[in-house]
């Protein structure tokens, strides 16, 4: 049976708890830098991602030019090379504007599941990715927008635990592709993240954390397809 837009709804639903959770923080932070509520909200609109969203807010509080701000936001947001990349091959069936569409939308959530879905071995569409993907961003919109309403009552969301939602839904998410993969390459999965993990922190001592992600990832990457090439 072919997925449907419903089902892609249905599947973001465990993930909305951590997009609820840092929308909210992220639209707290946005209102304690001097953000209007309408800015807080353009940024969710516009920017449309956690990390940056945060940086944004606190150079923008310490007047940093906007050049910096363009290049700070780019190094963060370049592992988006990394998940299109991977989820590329996947889409090539489907016409240049829902391509343009899924990978404007896509986050480092919805592309877990997709991932996850896939390693299911099960086909996913279009009609599903939108779904994915118009929920996930609804939802951090309407995070975002609560956070700022409420940025003045509310100004350290770490009181409520918030800034661990995003952590607790990754854990979530890796849980379940690990359950989910039947295979032997299991054992291989464990190796690489291991190996991205050793990488991260030992890069981390000599480089920005973006780079050191961006780098120990690719390496990661290379070192899974190598294990997959000498089966």
Same mark, same amino acid.
């Given at each position: ?13 465990? =993930? +909305? /708890?951590?997009? $609820?959770?840092?929308?909210? &923080? %992220?639209?707290? *932070?946005?209102?304690?830098?001097? #953000?209007?509520?309408?800015?807080? =909200? +353009? /940024?969710?609109? $516009?920017?449309?991602?956690? &990390? %940056?969203?945060? *940086?944004?807010?606190?150079?923008? #509080? ?134 991205v993990s050793v990488l991260l922190v030992f890069l981390m001592k ?5 780079l050191a992600l961006l780098i120990a990832t690719l390496l990661g ?11």
């Amino acid at each position: 049976m072919s997925l449907t837009f419903r089902n892609g709804v249905i599947d973001c639903i465990p =993930t +909305l /708890l951590g997009y $609820i959770g840092i929308g909210i &923080a %992220a639209g707290v *932070i946005g209102k304690a830098s001097n #953000l209007s509520i309408l800015e807080v =909200t +353009l /940024l969710a609109i $516009i920017v449309y991602a956690g &990390a %940056a969203q945060f *940086i944004i807010a606190g150079l923008m #509080l310490i007047s940093t030019p906007i050049s910096a701000i363009i290049f700070t936001v780019f190094l963060i947001n370049s592992r988006h090379f990394l998940m299109s990349m991977a989820t590329a091959p996947y889409f090539k069936k489907f016409s240049l504007w829902n391509n343009i569409g899924i990978g404007s939308l896509l986050t480092d959530e919805t592309f877990a599941v997709a991932m996850t879905t896939i390693s299911k071995k099960v086909v996913i569409n279009s009609k599903w990715m939108h779904g994915l993907n118009l929920t996930a961003y609804i939802v951090w919109i309407l995070s975002c927008l609560l956070g700022g309403m409420i940025g003045n009552f509310l100004p350290d969301p770490r009181l409520l635990g918030l800034d661990y939602a995003l952590v607790a839904m990754f854990i979530g998410l890796l849980y379940l592709q690990l359950i989910s993969d039947k295979s032997k390459s299991k054992k291989n999965m464990l190796l690489v993240m291991l190996t991205v993990s050793v990488l991260l922190v030992f890069l981390m001592k000599f480089i920005s954390a973006e780079l050191a992600l961006l780098i120990a990832t690719l390496l990661g990457c290379c070192l899974g397809v190598l294990i997959e090439k000498c089966k």
